[in-house]
């Protein structure tokens, strides 16, 4: 069984930065990519970005380019993502989900991370 | 950025209602295109993949069409359980993007 799981609520003040991760199981950890969405409260599904453990290469969403590092351990079937100079509006859920190499879109999603950040 | 116009944003329906919800692309995408279905408080769903396959597990009452810039999620029979916020991703290129979702709810 696939399962993806997710660290713990974090809280952080604006100007801060926060690393949460994303521990699989279930599937070998370098035939799939990871990816990372953000939903903020209310609102939408916003794609962060994704790293394809295989070869540590990393894409990543405009408006999160330079300020989102996205890892992979193949050590410990880990990914992490690390999000700096946090802002309210970084305040969301963050969830993490495979994709097949061989066929698009999502099939597995972790049960996501809240990031609240608050002075 | 391709960007993704889904409409309409929220609309309501009855239980046995057969409901399509479209998505727009700014460029040709080919079939590149998923559609989710977002619940409150729980991870997106994975519906249909390459605009038309659906994935495994999925009921058959829910089906994709379309190609290049414009596709459609049909669902046959609304079913309680359907009442949801639909999301189309495409995955032609990067950055990969959503539309900003549809509301399905009930009259």
């Known amino acids: 069984e696939v399962q993806l799981i997710q660290s713990g609520a974090e809280v952080r003040k604006p100007g801060a930065s926060v690393k949460i991760s994303c521990k699989v199981s279930?599937?070998?950890?370098?035939?799939?990519?990871l990816h990372w969405v953000k939903q903020g409260p209310g609102r939408g599904l916003e794609w962060v970005g994704r790293v394809d453990p295989e070869d540590a290469e990393t894409k990543y969403g405009e408006k999160f380019q330079g300020r989102v590092t996205i890892t992979a351990d193949t050590s410990t079937d880990t990914s992490y993502m690390e999000l700096s100079s946090l802002t309210s509006e970084d305040t969301a859920l963050y969830y993490c989900?495979?994709?097949?190499?061989?066929?698009?879109?999502?099939?597995?999603w972790g049960q996501g991370t809240l990031v609240t950040v608050s002075s | 950025a391709i960007r993704l116009t889904q409409s309409p944003s929220s609309f309501s329906a009855s239980t046995g209602d057969r409901v399509t919800i479209t998505c727009r692309a700014s460029q040709d995408i080919s079939h590149y295109l998923a559609w989710y279905q977002g619940k409150p408080g729980k991870a997106p769903k994975l519906l249909i993949y390459d605009a038309s396959t659906l994935q495994s597990g999925v009921p058959p009452r829910f089906s994709g069409g379309g190609y290049g810039t414009d596709f459609t999620l049909t669902i046959s029979r609304l079913q309680s359980e359907d009442y949801a916020t639909y999301y189309c991703q495409q995955y032609y290129d990067y950055p990969r993007t959503f539309g900003q979702g549809t509301k399905v709810e009930i009259k």
């Open positions: 279930g599937y070998t950890f370098t035939d799939y990519y």
């Open positions: 989900a495979t994709e097949e190499y061989s066929k698009g879109g999502c099939s597995f």
